[in-house]
T-cell receptor, first 112, second 116 residues
């Protein structure tokens, strides 16, 4: 079946530090991969996505590359800001976009 | 105004009471979902609907029911609430993935339910 395993948190970083949040997946077919972000008191919103192997999704300085050989979609940012403090969810959708599967979320706190 | 609106945003109720959480959307999407978020467990799917006449159970549907009143409205009911249904509930919508759109989920801001 389909599933997502995500690095557990919480993660605390100093401003301008490098961020990596690991995500691996198990899936059949040709899933799409997503990173969603949840700011305090808000719903989830799409941060970036990739729809096929070797695609790189990017947004707001965040990047993730769809690696089929390692079944991974790790989230990275070169220099985090206090405003990046949030919970990050890795997710995949099945080949037809019918079902979505979420990781457990990683809480990130960035301190000045 | 938000594209996906949930009401109420917060509700405290007692064990055994019937509760309805409502969701409406202006995105024009056919697909709607109800998820539950618990700390350390991520999001778990309760029910989903791909059009007005289609209702499907998710992984944790026991104790819940839904109604798709129109394309834009999808309600979640707890017929007899219990304390372990205390959680943050999210409604989400998506469009049929064509390969030319993002195929993403669009979420409401959540309804926090506390069952005493």
């Amino acid at each position: 079946g389909n599933s997502v395993t995500q690095m557990e948190g919480p993660v605390t970083l100093s401003e301008e530090a490098f961020l990596t949040i690991n995500c691996t997946y198990t899936a059949t077919g040709y899933p799409s991969l997503f990173w969603y972000v949840q700011y305090p008191g808000e719903g989830l919103q799409l941060l970036l996505k990739a729809t096929k192997a070797d695609d790189k999704g990017s947004n707001k300085g965040f990047e993730a590359t769809y690696r089929k050989e390692t079944t991974s979609f790790h989230l990275e940012k070169g220099s985090v800001q206090v405003s990046d403090s949030a919970v990050y969810f890795c997710a995949l959708s099945d080949s037809w976009g019918n079902q979505f599967y979420f990781g457990t979320g990683t809480s990130l706190t960035v301190i000045p | 105004d938000a594209d996906v609106t949930q009401t109420p945003r917060n509700r405290i109720t007692k064990t055994g009471k019937r509760i309805m959480l409502e969701c409406s959307q202006t995105k024009g999407h056919d697909r709607m979902y109800w998820y539950r978020q618990d700390p350390g467990l991520g999001l778990r799917l309760i029910y989903y609907s791909f059009d007005v006449k289609d209702i499907n159970k998710g992984e944790i549907s026991d104790g819940y029911s839904v109604s798709r009143q129109a394309q834009a409205k999808f309600s979640l009911s707890l017929e007899s609430a219990i304390p372990n249904q205390t959680a943050l509930y999210f409604c989400a919508t998506s469009d049929l993935w064509t390969g030319k759109n993002t195929g993403e989920l669009f979420f409401g801001e959540g309804s926090r339910l506390t069952v005493l």
